[in-house]
Nanobody, 124 residues
Framework: QVQLRESGGGSVQSGGSLRLSCEVSGISSTRFGMGWLRQAPGKGREGVASIDYDGRTNYADSVKGRFTVSRDNAKNTLILQMNSLKPEDTAMYYC??????????????????WGQGTQVTVSS
C-alpha cells in the first residue's frame, strides 16, 4: 500500500519559516521522483519543488531562493524547508511521487501518488 503522509503545516507571520515533512511508505523515494505541490484558494494546483532520484532539484520561480526541497533516503522522508514566507504562499501543500524518468517536472499531471495535504497559512 503506497502512502504519503504530510506534516508540519500551520499558521505563520509573513517572513517566517515552516518545515514540511512527508513520510513515504510502499515505494522507495530513491526509485521515484518526489515533489511538493500546492493549491491556493480559488487557484489550480501548481508545482512548487521537485527532487529526482539522484537528488537533482527544480523549483517554481515564485519560490526560488526561499524554499529548499530535500530527501532523507534512509528514512524515506521528503522535506520542504520554507523561509521568508509570504501571504501568497498560503495554500494546501501536497507531497507527491512520480516515475523517475519524469525528470524535474512540476506538472501535477505527472505525479501518480499523493498525500492528503497539509495547510499553510501566512498572514501579513
Amino acid at each position: 500500500q503506497v502512502q504519503l503522509r504530510e506534516s508540519g503545516g500551520g499558521s505563520v507571520q509573513s517572513g517566517g519559516s515552516l518545515r514540511l515533512s512527508c513520510e513515504v511508505s510502499g515505494i522507495s523515494s530513491t526509485r521515484f521522483g518526489m515533489g511538493w505541490l500546492r493549491q491556493a484558494p480559488g487557484k489550480g494546483r501548481e508545482g512548487v519543488a521537485s527532487i529526482d532520484y539522484d537528488g537533482r532539484t527544480n523549483y517554481a520561480d515564485s519560490v526560488k531562493g526561499r524554499f529548499t526541497v530535500s530527501r532523507d533516503n534512509a528514512k524515506n522522508t521528503l522535506i520542504l524547508q520554507m523561509n521568508s514566507l509570504k501571504p501568497e504562499d498560503t495554500a494546501m501543500y501536497y507531497c507527491a511521487a512520480r516515475p523517475s524518468y519524469s525528470r524535474g517536472t512540476l506538472n501535477p499531471s505527472q505525479y501518480n501518488y499523493w498525500g492528503q495535504g497539509t495547510q499553510v497559512t501566512v498572514s501579513s
